[in-house]
Antibody
């Protein structure tokens, strides 16, 4: 499986960040995996943003939930992230990844395949 | 939220030595749902271990994970030059979100 992020590398403050992840070598519709977004602030650790199942079910990090929308386009084998009302604090490398998810009072999982990542800078 | 504390922050070793990296959780990780990743500069993380001790596909047996509850360890035997990187642990057993540790940098002495 290969994942590839795409989208603008520069977003203005207060606007919406939009990224797409194209998946090849694996069908999102085959099920069994969730499709995820994770970000890494410059020189910092990793932060899970959320994921989506092929059916459209989504699970988001509560700390970002009010600003996130993750959607899936099964016909294109792609999934997308929208993050609204961005600030400089949203500047990060954004990764898409495939997840194996388990239920433990919620849906949580680990990430077995990653895209190369794309840097998004929020600046006017 | 489960907070993961990784230690040491930086570990300086030589090729051929053994590395022992620690990941401590602020509360017990359900079902030992703990993963380890390796990240090299400018690259995406790579899954090494899941379920605390199961190696991911293609990961050499020099890498091993152990632990349960709140204390987990990643051990790398016979370090090779390619192993020098940043290592992250991640828990996926507790609410309200998947969380990662801040990483241990393994550097060549």
């Amino acid at each position: 499986v290969q994942l590839q992020e795409s989208g603008p590398g520069l977003v203005k403050p207060s606007q919406t960040l939009s990224l797409t992840c194209s998946v090849s070598g694996w069908s999102i519709s085959s099920g069994g995996h969730y499709w995820s977004w994770i970000r890494q602030h410059p020189g910092k650790g990793l932060e899970w943003i959320g994921y989506i199942y092929y059916s459209g079910s989504t699970y988001y990090n509560p700390s970002l939930k009010s600003r996130i929308t993750i959607s899936v386009d099964r016909s294109k084998n792609q999934f997308s992230l929208k993050l609204s009302s961005v600030t400089a604090a949203d500047t990060a490398v954004y990764y898409c990844a495939r997840a194996l998810v388990y239920y433990s009072s919620g849906y949580y999982g680990y990430f077995d395949s990653w895209g190369q990542g794309t840097l998004v800078t929020v600046s006017s | 939220e489960i907070v993961l504390t990784q230690s040491p922050g930086t570990l300086s070793l030589s090729p051929g030595e053994r590395a022992t990296l620690s990941c401590r959780a602020s509360q017990s990780v359900a079902s030992n749902y703990l993963a380890w990743y390796q990240q090299k500069p400018g690259r995406a993380p790579r899954l090494l271990i899941y379920g605390a001790s199961t190696r991911a596909t293609g990961i050499p047996d020099r890498f091993s994970g152990s632990g349960s509850g709140t204390d987990f360890t990643l051990t790398i035997r016979r370090l090779e030059p390619d192993d020098f990187a940043v290592y992250y642990c991640q828990q996926y057993g507790g609410s309200p979100a998947n969380t990662f540790g801040l990483g241990t940098k393994l550097e060549m002495k």
